[in-house]
């Protein structure tokens, strides 16, 4: 699983609401569950996810890509 995009937010804020694991196959339920979660957080402007097969390993890689609101601290 990669998450991309974030530049200000911790990691582990992010981690924690993920439904998906390393390693187990990949539900459409538990990710539509995931996005919801991290929309919820109400720190991401947009959030997309894709799906592609490693031509070496053959296995699945989901990636979230996500995009942070920008609040101004003026």
């Known amino acids: 699983i990669?998450?991309?995009?974030?530049?200000?937010?911790?990691y582990h804020i992010v981690d924690r609401e993920l439904l998906i694991k390393q390693g187990e196959p990949i539900d459409s339920l538990l990710v539509y569950k995931t996005i919801k979660r991290l929309h919820d957080l109400d720190i991401f402007a947009d959030i997309k996810?894709?799906?592609?097969?490693?031509?070496?390993?053959?296995?699945?890689?989901?990636?979230?890509?996500?995009?942070e609101i920008v609040m101004n601290m003026d």
């Open 2 to 10: 990669f998450i991309d995009g974030i530049k200000v937010t911790e």
């Open 49 to 67: 996810v894709s799906c592609e097969t490693d031509s070496v390993s053959n296995k699945n890689l989901l990636s979230f890509t996500v995009i």
